[in-house]
């Protein structure tokens, strides 16, 4: 391999590796602002799991994305859209169970226009397609 493939190759692993690292550090702190809630998914066996997510807006519609390479969440989801959702802060009030639906098309492509996120953050998360739901309430 001659010397610019290698350091190529080098510079790509190290991207990799800080990529994984932010991405290992968020998944773990889980952190929490105004913007953030929790969600709690109901598995096929019946236990739940929990996990914090980013809250978006667009159109007056609730919608969440998902930004980075994990999204376990986004397939469970998926499959079972019945969700409970707990709002932190002024939103409390709209704690509550919710259907997530899939967003695809149009309404995927104005959500992703209204919703953008700076080039440093999809460079930190490595530059993962992002899907969305939207939140219904029940």
Do not use: C
């Not at 019945?82 to 409390?92: D, L, P, Q």
Request: hydrophobic share 45%.
């Amino acid at each position: 391999m001659n010397r610019p493939a290698k350091i190529l190759f080098i510079v790509l692993g190290i991207y990799v590796a800080l990529v994984a690292a932010f991405e290992t550090w968020l998944g773990y702190s889980q952190p929490r602002g105004e913007q953030n809630l929790v969600i709690t998914l109901t598995e096929e066996d019946g236990s739940q799991t929990q996990r914090v997510l980013s809250l978006f807006e667009s159109q007056d519609k609730l919608y969440l994305a998902a930004n980075h390479w994990p999204r376990a969440w986004f397939s469970q989801v998926k499959e079972n859209p019945n969700v409970h959702i707990e709002f932190g802060g002024e939103r409390a009030a709209q704690s509550g169970d919710y259907t997530a639906m899939h967003v695809e098309g149009a309404e995927h492509d104005q959500v992703a226009e209204d919703t953008a996120l700076p080039f440093v953050a999809r460079l930190m998360m490595g530059f993962p397609p992002r899907e969305f739901v939207r939140l219904e309430a029940r």
